[in-house]
Structures are given as C-alpha cells and as structure tokens.
C-alpha cells in the first residue's frame, strides 16, 4: 500500500474556482433569459450540475482531517 498526500491549498482552490465559475454561469443564464430560454436553460443546468460537485467537494472536504488524506 502507498499513502498519498493531499494539498489542501489546492483543493481550497479548486472548490474557489468551481464557485466562481458557477456565477459567471448564474450572470449568463440571467442574461440570457429573456431571449434565448432555451440556452439560459441549458447553462441553468449545467450551473446546478457545478453546485452539486461543489457542495460534495465541500462535504468530503469537511468530513477530512484537514492534515491530509491517506488512501490505500
């Protein structure tokens, strides 16, 4: 068996990342809401899709000990 080590600091940035890119999907689909329902609809999937991969990363994260993970 071989341990790896987690990077928290990298998680925290990608949980950051996903956050941000899901309101730039929010302003998006507002934008495009009143002529395009179709397409706001898509990306208004895709943004609730993100949101849930965010708060799984959230949960899994809080679940850790934030000292690192060991897989094996």
Known sequence: MRNIT?????????????????????????????EYPFQANAISAIENSLNRV???????????MRVGVQHG
């Open 6 to 34: 987690f990077d928290w600091n990298e998680f925290d940035d990608l949980t950051i990342a996903l956050n941000q890119i899901t309101a730039l999907l929010n302003l998006a689909a507002l934008g495009l809401s009143v």
């Open 54 to 64: 965010c708060e799984e990363l959230y949960q899994k994260q809080q679940g850790a």
